[in-house]
């Protein structure tokens, strides 16, 4: 059993800046490429970013590219995604999770097997 746990979450003023954190359990993280979305109130969740399981290779949504970057630490067993230049059309739920597979291709829902219990991201204007 997996068990992922997002952290970092808060309120910003647009223009400002978080850190997202995945922490993961199990001894297999290095194997698989993770992810993260986002589900703002009456939406689908949508993805974010996603990260090859070695860290070499990244993916973004259009939305978010040249703002936010996704980064991982295998010898912590730790996902990052560093949030920059913040909008309020960013404020939403952000979830971490694990892909079925280690390439940074990752862009649907369906791909992912492991979900963390999601943190609240808020941005004023």
């Known amino acids: 059993q997996v068990q992922l746990t997002e952290s970092g979450g808060g309120l910003v003023q647009a223009g400002g800046s978080l850190r997202l954190s995945c922490a993961a359990s199990g001894r297999t993280f290095n194997k698989y490429a993770m992810g993260w979305f986002r589900q703002a109130p009456g939406k689908e969740r949508e993805f974010v970013a996603a990260i090859s399981w070695s860290g070499r290779n990244t993916n973004y949504a259009d939305s978010v590219k040249g703002r936010f970057t996704i980064s991982r630490d295998n010898a912590k067993n730790t996902t990052y995604l560093q949030m920059n230049s913040l909008k309020p059309e960013d404020t939403a739920v952000y979830y971490c999770?694990?892909?079925?597979?280690?390439?940074?291709?990752?862009?649907?829902?369906?791909?992912?097997?492991?979900w963390g219990q999601g943190t609240q991201v808020t941005v004023s204007s």
């Open positions: 999770a694990r892909c079925l597979y280690g390439s940074n291709s990752c862009a649907g829902r369906n791909e992912y097997d492991y």
